[in-house]
Structure formats: structure tokens, C-alpha cells
């Protein structure tokens, strides 16, 4: 028992990590953060319905440039433990979720 216990401790305190699963993980969170934004960005600047919401189109810029902070932080820093490299990514992905949700569920400007 304390033998599996230690090895799932390793393994969540592990910092070595391949270097193309680190680009490559980057790479795919750099693509579905971007996506979302711009996502916004796109509708924001095709439809005039929602032409009041400019605060919220400042908001996803600085929204987009933490994100990519941050995982420029993951891609560049060897020395994260597993878990809370883990941690980070499901925040970035559960983050872009709610703010997808909130963005596209906001009312044109005639209502």
C-alpha cells in the first residue's frame, strides 16, 4: 500500500515532461482560446444588434492576453508539478467555456 501510495505521489509531483506533449498541449489550448475570442470578435463585428456591447469586446482583449500569459508560463516553465499543471489547463478550458456562454448569451441592443 505505501509503495502505491508513493508512486501516485510521484507521479503527481512529476516536472519532466516530454517537450513536444508540452508544445503540443500549448499549441491546442493557444488554438481553443484564440478560437473563443475571436469567435466574439467575429460576431461582434458582422452583426450591428450588438454594437453596445464594446465594453465587453475590451474585456475579451485582455481576457485573450492573460490566457496567453499563462500559457506561455506553461510552455516555457519545466519546474510545475504535474497536478497543478493539470489544474491550470482545466481552468483555462473550463474559464473559456463560461465566458463563451456569457458572450453569446447576451442581448442585441434593440431589446
Known sequence: ???????AKDR???????RWR???????LLLLTTGMVL??????YTSSEIACHRGILY???VWLAVQWMVIGYLCC?????AFARGAIKLLILLGNV??????FSLQ????
Request: aromatic share 26%; glycine share 8%.
Open 59 to 61: 474585456f475579451s482583449v
Open 22 to 28: 508540452s508544445l503540443l498541449s500549448c499549441a491546442i
Open 77 to 81: 516553465y519545466q519546474n510545475i508539478p
Open 108 to 111: 442585441s441592443c434593440g431589446q
Open 1 to 7: 500500500m505505501k509503495g502505491k501510495w508513493k508512486e
Open 39 to 44: 469567435g466574439w470578435w467575429y460576431a461582434y
Open 98 to 103: 463560461w465566458f463563451g456562454l456569457f458572450v
Open 12 to 18: 503527481l509531483f512529476r516536472t519532466e515532461y516530454p
